[in-house]
């Protein structure tokens, strides 16, 4: 999610302090840098605010025309590419299992700019609020994401017995050598059917859902201090060439400008605590 406007963070960039990424199992919120992302595909809902002041965000959905707006609205899955003109981005990502769609806010059920003015506020307003607590080395596990950002809990998306189990086992350890025979058996399904509801039940392909949890499980690494091949095997890929190839995919980027942009990025993550 992060680049820097040259091969590593500028330590004269005035808004390096305002860096920021709250990272739970269904929800992130990044503040941070962005730069010349490549396209890029993510597997939940996305949403781009820029920051007050700050000249508009453009995007380019699916390599169509660039449209530009201060609040924008990506689906699962669609293929994009984001400018900044800031050194200083927001983004927002609501796993895609995690909520129903049908019943999520009006202004998230779109593709492209959205006129939001209120939720744009109420997003600046969170990261200032969050930025404040940093500063003072509190973490996040007390406060409600939802209810900073959305003013209430957003709508779970009901799932099949079955199909909640794989998923949480999945969430739980990305890094995990599960195939979806193990997965299907571990549920007593057939294949074919584990299959067929799986995408039905969640949205997403399995072997989909599995690359994106990896993917996503990135964001946990970016301040370990092992090199770019641990990584990848901690995060369950068999080697840095896969490593590299499905990031690049999913986040435009490839997994050392990640980690190098990252660098003055204070990480609460909620499985392992706050880091800077």
Same mark, same amino acid.
């Given at each position: 999610m992060q680049r820097t406007r040259t091969s590593t963070p500028s330590g004269g960039d005035a808004r390096q302090g305002e860096r920021l990424m709250w990272l739970t199992p269904q929800r992130v919120f990044y503040a941070g840098l962005l730069g010349a992302a490549a396209e890029r595909a993510m597997g939940g809902h996305g949403v781009y605010v820029s920051p007050a002041g700050a000249p508009p965000n453009r995007i380019r959905i699916g390599g169509g025309a660039w449209q530009s707006g201060e609040f924008i609205v990506v689906p699962p899955h669609v293929p994009h590419q984001v400018e900044s003109a800031c050194p200083l981005i927001f983004n927002l990502l609501i796993e895609s299992e995690s909520?129903?769609?049908?019943?999520?806010?009006?202004? +998230?059920? =779109? !593709?492209?700019?959205?006129?939001?003015?209120?939720?744009? %506020?109420?997003?600046?307003?969170?990261?200032?609020?969050?930025?404040? $607590?940093?500063?003072?080395?509190?973490d996040f596990d007390g406060f409600d994401f939802d209810a900073l950002f959305f003013d209430g809990p957003l709508a779970?998306?009901? +799932?099949?017995?079955?199909?909640?189990?794989?998923?949480?086992?999945?969430? $739980?350890?990305?890094? $995990?050598?599960?195939?979806?025979?193990? !997965?299907?058996?571990?549920?007593?399904? &057939?294949?074919?059917?584990? /299959?067929? /509801?799986?995408? %039905?039940?969640?949205?997403? $392909?399995?072997?989909?859902?599995?690359?994106?949890? @990896?993917? @996503?499980?990135?964001?946990?690494?970016?301040? %370990? &201090?092992?090199?770019?091949?641990?990584?990848?095997?901690?995060?369950?890929?068999?080697?840095?060439?896969?490593? &590299? =190839?499905?990031?690049? %995919?999913?986040?435009?980027?490839?997994?050392?400008?990640?980690?190098?942009?990252?660098?003055?990025?204070?990480?609460?993550d909620a499985a392992g605590g706050f880091r800077q």
């Open positions: 909520v129903d769609p049908a019943r999520m806010p009006a202004f +998230l059920q =779109h !593709c492209g700019p959205v006129d939001a003015p209120v939720f744009v %506020q109420r997003m600046r307003e969170a990261h200032a609020h969050l930025l404040a $607590a940093s500063a003072r080395g509190i779970s998306r009901p +799932l099949d017995a079955r199909i909640r189990k794989v998923v949480d086992m999945l969430v $739980a350890d990305p890094a $995990a050598p599960a195939s979806a025979e193990d !997965c299907a058996a571990s549920v007593h399904l &057939s294949f074919s059917r584990f /299959l067929h /509801l799986f995408k %039905q039940e969640t949205g997403m $392909a399995f072997r989909g859902f599995r690359a994106w949890k @990896r993917a @996503r499980s990135l964001l946990r690494y970016v301040h %370990q &201090s092992g090199t770019l091949t641990d990584i990848a095997l901690d995060t369950g890929y068999p080697d840095s060439t896969h490593f &590299s =190839h499905s990031i690049r %995919q999913v986040y435009g980027l490839k997994p050392s400008d990640i980690v190098a942009g990252s660098r003055r990025l204070a990480l609460h």
